[in-house]
């Protein structure tokens, strides 16, 4: 985050404005390019030329949140466009951090199960939370549950794990 002159005087002016009811204008190039206007009594909307009055905290705190919230992160390793509709999913439907599941089917060989465990560790930093196997006569399936932090934890291990030599399914 880099505050800004127009930023600080932002949340100075909100805290005045809460405490006693003054009005607050940023310029024109403050906060995406939006001139803002906030009054203490939030039920109040008006409008002129050169200003806009808010409807309190809630509006300019959407104002001043990073761009590129709601991205996967490029940074990953993951190519963002093939992950985007598994990222956008996973970011409606799960709560995060949290214990994410993989299931693989492979070839018999604890190499297999090794890289499996080896992709979460190179990828996040730390061990699966539990890893069982399930060997049949030519396959296995491995199950981890891994501690995910993010979107973006669960895209960079999935995308890690799709490069196991041997790879038959993954789930």
Not at 3 to 16: G, K
Not at 61 to 77: I, N
Request: with cysteine; aromatic share 6%.
């Amino acid at each position: 985050l880099r505050p800004t002159a127009a930023i600080v005087a932002a949340l100075a002016a909100a805290t005045t404005a809460i405490a006693g009811a003054a009005t607050m204008v940023l310029p024109a190039a403050s906060v995406r390019g939006r001139i803002l206007a906030m009054k203490a009594e939030p039920s109040k909307q008006e409008h002129a030329d050169h200003y806009a009055v808010s409807g309190g905290l809630g509006k300019m705190a959407k104002m001043v949140q990073p761009s590129d919230e709601g991205q996967p992160d490029s940074t990953r390793g993951f190519d963002v466009e093939e992950y985007a509709g598994l990222w956008r999913a996973l970011q409606k439907q799960s709560r995060w951090p949290g214990i994410q599941r993989f299931s693989l089917v492979g070839p018999i060989r604890e190499d297999f199960v090794r890289e499996a465990e080896a992709c979460v560790v190179s990828t996040l930093g730390w061990d699966a939370a539990e890893v069982a196997t399930d060997k049949r006569t030519r396959w296995q399936a491995v199950r981890m549950q891994v501690r995910c932090e993010s979107p973006d934890d669960f895209c960079a291990v999935h995308n890690c794990l799709k490069k196991i030599d041997g790879l038959k399914s993954l789930l």
